[in-house]
């Protein structure tokens, strides 16, 4: 399986809600690496990493989001993998 890495925007109404948390369970679920993080113009911003199959699997489930979620939009775009070891939470952008 090939290894992959996309950054990906989420819009929507994807702050305040609980987005995050359950990006990064969804994540570490599929055995993804990466981060995700608010950012100021209300958008869910994550790196996620892993093989090709997972990474489609968890902007599939992204489109969606957890309970109380309304996504607009969902885009990704490739990036150099990297050196990481987890999924985590990081600071707003």
């Known amino acids: ?3 992959t890495a996309v950054r990906v925007m989420i819009a929507g109404r994807v702050q305040g809600i609980g ?3 359950w990006a990064q369970g969804k994540a570490r679920g599929l055995g993804l690496l990466g981060w995700v993080r608010n950012r100021q113009d209300g958008t869910v911003e994550a790196l996620v ?6 990474v489609e699997a ?3 489930a992204s ?3 957890p ?3 309304r996504v ?3 885009m990704a775009v490739p990036e150099a993998t990297q050196q990481l070891s987890n999924f ?3 600071p707003d952008a």
């Open 49 to 54: 990493q892993g093989a090709s199959d997972k």
């Open 58 to 60: 968890f902007l599939t």
């Open 63 to 65: 489109e969606k989001g």
């Open 1 to 3: 399986m090939s290894e």
């Open 88 to 90: 985590e939470i990081v």
């Open 67 to 69: 309970r109380g979620a």
């Open 72 to 74: 607009d939009d969902v």
């Open 19 to 21: 987005y995050r948390m």
